[in-house]
């Protein structure tokens, strides 16, 4: 069967990581089976609109190096696919509805409903419903109302007493009763529907055939069960995806512990490659030990019947460095040097540069330790720059101020007698261990202090070969400053 799935971000906000997991996974289900991926922008609720934030959507969700078939910018045959300019689709079927008798009007006040919930919690009500009153009106009365242009909403008329019964297709036969449900507004005074009337006649309209949604809407699904039987229309199947949580926590992703929202991350300086490659993991299993995925080999192997069944899964952000560290040092070195300065202007961070050539060494140097290109500017500093030395770290391996003074001399006057073409790693380790030897010091006294002395730093990647790419007058320069 040709799939059609969609993802239906609403701009309330920066897409957040776990909505591009959930794209991820509806774009590659549809992919398998040559279908079609919908992006639908969801933008019903006016008062949390923020402005600018659907393009910023378009733009984070191609940073990622995914894409959809049918949408906003591409089109289709569904168009349009941003719900503020479908408000007469929506009317129309929430009048159908009234028509049938499976939703009526409802004029109350805020006041009276106001009133009504207080009423309810006095009570001692576990959740406050609608008390169906203007279900009661009579047909007159709605038409006189009507007429005088009385403001009004659309309430869907949920059955009493009854078990609504879906299928999850990872979850189960779920049932809930709709004793629970509130009389939902599907349209509200303001012309516009709200999300449960707006996505139920997209998903019918549009012909999805699956629903891969994050675990948080569970509780909107059985009222979507109600207005697609209302209408009489067939179900789509649906899978509710594991939310995510914080390694060290049972709570959803906090900004507290580090970024959240989809863009953040590729601002922190992840690939967007091995973005996806994590994501693919959160709520979906390839029961191998195989764990670095291409998106091609995603689509390939992704299928609903591996999806977790599970309500949380574990966002592991030491897992996250890890596959990022992975492809950063799969890359070729210039592609790498490439995506390094392009992540520099598009998120305005001035990146240590000299040359190309220069660049290319350092990042040589390092890359081993490089987990996100926002780590590049720390961990190159000194190649930059002159450091900054503490004269305590100077003097820990040494021992005394004036055995460091002693151990740098030495090397100082050894280094500015070689010449600058023999300036290279085998020639700096070969005369520098031939002192050591001479002098009697211990490797770690003599090689830890010209380390802090020249680099300002106890880590840095191997000492000669950080000399040879500093360059004999960088290293004589700084050995001088003691
Ligand atoms: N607009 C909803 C959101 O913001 C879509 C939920 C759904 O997939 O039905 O995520």
Same mark, same amino acid.
């Given at each position: 069967?040709?799939?059609?799935?969609?993802?239906?971000?609403?701009?309330?906000?920066?897409?957040?990581?776990?909505?591009?997991?959930?794209?991820?996974? *509806?774009?590659?289900?549809?992919?398998?089976?040559?279908?079609?991926?919908?992006? &639908?922008?969801?933008?019903?609720?006016?008062?949390?609109?923020?402005?600018?934030?659907?393009?910023?959507?378009?733009?984070?969700?191609?940073?990622?190096?995914?894409?959809?078939?049918?949408?906003?910018?591409?089109?289709?045959?569904?168009?349009?696919?941003?719900?503020?300019?479908?408000?007469?689709?929506?009317?129309?079927?929430?009048?159908?509805?009234?028509?049938?008798?499976?939703?009526?009007?409802?004029?109350?006040?805020?006041?009276?409903?106001?009133?009504?919930?207080?009423?309810?919690?006095?009570?001692?009500?576990?959740?406050?419903? $609608?008390?169906? #009153?203007?279900?009661?009106?009579?047909?007159?009365?709605?038409?006189?109302?009507?007429?005088?242009?009385?403001?009004?909403?659309?309430?869907?008329?949920?059955?009493?007493?009854?078990?609504?019964?879906?299928?999850?297709?990872?979850?189960?036969?779920?049932?809930?009763?709709?004793?629970?449900?509130?009389?939902?507004?599907?349209?509200?005074?303001?012309? $516009?529907? !709200?999300?449960?009337?707006?996505?139920?006649?997209?998903?019918?309209?549009?012909?999805? !055939?699956?629903?891969?949604?994050?675990?948080?809407?569970?509780?909107?699904?059985?009222?979507?069960?109600?207005? +697609?039987?209302?209408?009489?229309?067939?179900?789509?199947?649906?899978?509710?995806?594991?939310?995510?949580?914080?390694?060290?926590?049972?709570?959803?992703?906090?900004?507290?512990?580090?970024?959240?929202?989809?863009?953040?991350?590729?601002?922190?300086g992840?690939?967007?490659?091995?973005?996806? *490659?994590?994501?693919?993991?959160?709520?979906?299993?390839?029961?191998?030990?195989?764990?670095?995925?291409?998106?091609?080999?995603?689509?390939?192997?992704?299928?609903?019947?591996?999806?977790?069944?599970?309500?949380?899964?574990? +966002?592991?952000?030491?897992?996250?460095?890890?596959?990022?560290g992975?492809?950063i040092r799969?890359?070729?070195i210039?592609?790498l040097l490439?995506?390094l300065?392009?992540?520099?202007?598009?998120?305005?961070?001035?990146i240590n540069s000299?040359?190309?050539?220069f660049d290319l060494r350092v990042l040589e140097l390092i890359r081993e330790r490089l987990r996100t290109l926002s780590e590049w500017n720390e961990l190159t500093d000194y190649f930059y720059?002159?450091?900054?030395?503490?004269?305590?770290?100077?003097?820990?391996?040494?021992?005394?101020?004036?055995?460091?003074?002693?151990?740098? *001399?030495?090397?100082?006057?050894? $280094?500015?007698?070689?010449?600058?073409?023999?300036? *290279?790693?085998?020639?700096?380790?070969?005369?520098? #261990?031939?002192?050591?030897? %001479?002098?009697?010091? %211990?490797?770690?006294?003599?090689?830890?202090?010209? &380390?802090?002395?020249?680099t300002?730093r106890?880590f840095s990647p191997p000492l000669?070969n950080t000399?040879?790419v500093l360059?004999? !007058?960088?290293?004589?320069?700084?050995?001088?400053?003691?």
């Amino acid at each position: 069967m040709k799939m059609r799935t969609r993802m239906a971000p609403s701009p309330t906000g920066e897409i957040h990581i776990g909505s591009m997991r959930t794209l991820l996974y *509806n774009c590659a289900l549809a992919k398998k089976s040559g279908g079609k991926f919908i992006l &639908r922008i969801e933008d019903t609720d006016r008062e949390r609109y923020v402005e600018g934030a659907v393009e910023r959507t378009f733009e984070v969700i191609k940073d990622y190096g995914l894409s959809w078939d049918e949408g906003p910018v591409v089109v289709g045959p569904h168009k349009p696919y941003i719900q503020s300019e479908r408000l007469d689709i929506y009317k129309k079927y929430a009048l159908e509805l009234v028509e049938k008798g499976k939703a009526y009007y409802c004029f109350c006040s805020k006041e009276r409903l106001a009133e009504m919930r207080e009423e309810q919690e006095k009570k001692g009500f576990p959740t406050t419903k $609608y008390d169906k #009153h203007c279900l009661g009106l009579a047909e007159e009365e709605v038409k006189k109302y009507l007429e005088e242009g009385k403001e009004y909403v659309i309430r869907l008329n949920v059955p009493k007493g009854e078990k609504i019964n879906f299928k999850d297709e990872v979850l189960g036969d779920l049932s809930f009763p709709s004793d629970d449900i509130d009389d939902q507004v599907l349209l509200k005074s303001d012309g $516009y529907p !709200t999300y449960h009337l707006a996505v139920v006649v997209d998903d019918h309209l549009m012909e999805i !055939t699956h629903i891969l949604r994050g675990m948080e809407w569970l509780p909107s699904t059985p009222k979507h069960i109600l207005l +697609f039987k209302a209408f009489g229309w067939d179900l789509p199947k649906f899978v509710h995806l594991p939310l995510l949580r914080e390694a060290d926590s049972t709570k959803k992703l906090s900004k507290r512990s580090g970024s959240v929202a989809a863009v953040d991350f590729l601002k922190d300086g992840y690939l967007p490659e091995a973005l996806l *490659n994590f994501l693919m993991f959160l709520g979906w299993n390839p029961g191998t030990e195989k764990e670095i995925y291409t998106l091609e080999e995603f689509v390939e192997d992704f299928s609903i019947e591996k999806v977790q069944k599970s309500d949380l899964v574990v +966002f592991d952000r030491q897992k996250l460095l890890w596959f990022n560290g992975m492809y950063i040092r799969g890359l070729d070195i210039k592609e790498l040097l490439e995506k390094l300065s392009d992540w520099g202007k598009k998120f305005d961070v001035k990146i240590n540069s000299k040359d190309k050539d220069f660049d290319l060494r350092v990042l040589e140097l390092i890359r081993e330790r490089l987990r996100t290109l926002s780590e590049w500017n720390e961990l190159t500093d000194y190649f930059y720059n002159k450091p900054e030395i503490d004269g305590e770290l100077l003097n820990k391996y040494s021992g005394s101020g004036e055995k460091t003074k002693e151990i740098v *001399n030495k090397y100082l006057e050894l $280094y500015e007698s070689i010449d600058e073409k023999d300036w *290279n790693f085998e020639n700096l380790e070969k005369v520098s #261990h031939e002192l050591l030897e %001479k002098e009697g010091y %211990k490797p770690k006294e003599a090689f830890m202090t010209l &380390r802090v002395i020249v680099t300002g730093r106890s880590f840095s990647p191997p000492l000669f070969n950080t000399f040879e790419v500093l360059g004999k !007058t960088n290293v004589v320069k700084r050995m001088s400053s003691i």
